[in-house]
């Protein structure tokens, strides 16, 4: 048997670290002295403590390290799922620092700490009607790749031909990733195919390159626009994703046109 301290030494855990892990029932002692409450662990539990330390450090919660200790035929499908947590924390790391650049690059240019702000080129456009199969209801913004998924399987049924526009509008009149009111579309050939037709009005237009997480900044850029140029926005603002990463491109090179309905006021 081993005291908590010899135990705490071994695998290089706090004591205070196996009183809490004990006290949420993911590793208890394998005996308490009942006249003096010392814990005693045995050589056996030295493999799962040392499991559990590297689940952690693999990046999953003591919930899911319970549960796993609990049914350990989750672990293989867990492990698989937190690589792939890592693998885009990964990819979001590197376009955060890829901002941070150019971020750096206009500060060092400019002095001006929000001139990373001003690369968009803003102009009215007059849009064509668009025919377009559609689908609207509260979404998440991860809900995305489901419904368009769902859109891309009525091509496939109903022999739709697409011409190239994935489209979304955002008909809410506040922000919420998590319960929106989006409507995802995809531009069709036939009219007769068609859901509905987008009609061409005038719009206050602008490109964005780069990761969807920057996408504020255009939508900014263009609102200041509308403002200082007297119009008035008219419908609820849409995007078509012209290159994604879907196109097995550098998020830099993904492109999002963005659009704003205006009218002059």
């Given at each position: 048997?081993?005291t908590?301290?010899?135990?705490?030494?071994?695998?290089?855990?706090?004591?205070?670290?196996?009183?809490?892990?004990d006290?949420?029932?993911?590793?208890?002692?394998?005996?308490?002295?009942?006249?003096?409450?010392?814990?005693?662990?045995?050589?056996?539990?030295i493999?799962?403590?040392?499991?559990?330390?590297?689940?952690?450090y693999?990046?999953?919660s003591?919930?899911?390290?319970?549960?796993?200790?609990?049914?350990?035929?989750?672990?293989l499908?867990?492990?698989?799922?937190?690589?792939?947590?890592?693998?885009?924390?990964?990819?979001?790391?590197?376009?955060?620092?890829?901002?941070?650049?150019?971020?750096?690059?206009?500060?060092?240019?400019?002095?001006?700490?929000?001139?990373?702000?001003n690369?968009?080129?803003i102009?009215?456009?007059?849009?064509?009607?668009?025919?377009?199969?559609?689908?609207?209801?509260?979404?998440?913004?991860?809900?995305?790749?489901?419904?368009?998924?769902?859109?891309?399987?009525?091509?496939a049924?109903?022999?739709?031909?697409?011409?190239?526009?994935?489209?979304?509008?955002?008909?809410?009149?506040?922000?919420?990733?998590?319960?929106?009111?989006?409507?995802?579309?995809?531009?069709?050939?036939?009219?007769?195919?068609?859901?509905?037709?987008?009609?061409?009005?005038?719009?206050?237009?602008t490109?964005?390159?780069?990761?969807?997480?920057?996408?504020?900044?255009?939508?900014?850029?263009?609102?200041?626009?509308?403002?200082?140029?007297?119009?008035?926005?008219?419908?609820?603002?849409?995007?078509?994703?012209?290159?994604?990463?879907?196109?097995?491109i550098?998020v830099?090179?993904?492109?999002?046109?963005?659009?704003?309905?205006?009218?002059?006021?």
């Amino acid at each position: 048997m081993l005291t908590i301290g010899q135990f705490s030494k071994i695998c290089m855990v706090t004591i205070k670290t196996l009183r809490h892990y004990d006290k949420i029932g993911l590793i208890h002692p394998s005996s308490v002295n009942t006249e003096n409450g010392y814990r005693f662990y045995s050589e056996e539990q030295i493999p799962k403590m040392l499991l559990i330390k590297k689940l952690k450090y693999y990046g999953f919660s003591l919930t899911d390290i319970n549960d796993i200790l609990s049914d350990e035929s989750i672990l293989l499908t867990n492990l698989k799922k937190q690589k792939n947590v890592l693998r885009n924390s990964i990819d979001d790391t590197n376009m955060i620092i890829h901002d941070i650049e150019q971020h750096i690059q206009a500060l060092e240019r400019t002095g001006d700490i929000m001139s990373y702000q001003n690369n968009y080129n803003i102009k009215l456009t007059e849009t064509d009607n668009i025919p377009v199969i559609s689908t609207r209801q509260n979404m998440s913004i991860d809900d995305f790749g489901k419904y368009y998924g769902m859109l891309y399987k009525r091509v496939a049924d109903e022999n739709i031909i697409l011409t190239g526009k994935c489209m979304a509008f955002y008909h809410d009149k506040e922000f919420n990733p998590d319960n929106s009111d989006i409507e995802l579309a995809l531009s069709v050939q036939d009219i007769k195919q068609a859901d509905k037709t987008i009609p061409g009005t005038l719009c206050a237009s602008t490109t964005h390159f780069g990761s969807y997480s920057k996408l504020s900044e255009a939508y900014g850029a263009i609102t200041r626009w509308i403002s200082e140029n007297n119009c008035e926005i008219t419908a609820p603002p849409y995007e078509i994703y012209v290159t994604s990463h879907f196109d097995k491109i550098p998020v830099e090179q993904w492109e999002t046109q963005i659009f704003f309905p205006v009218k002059n006021a």
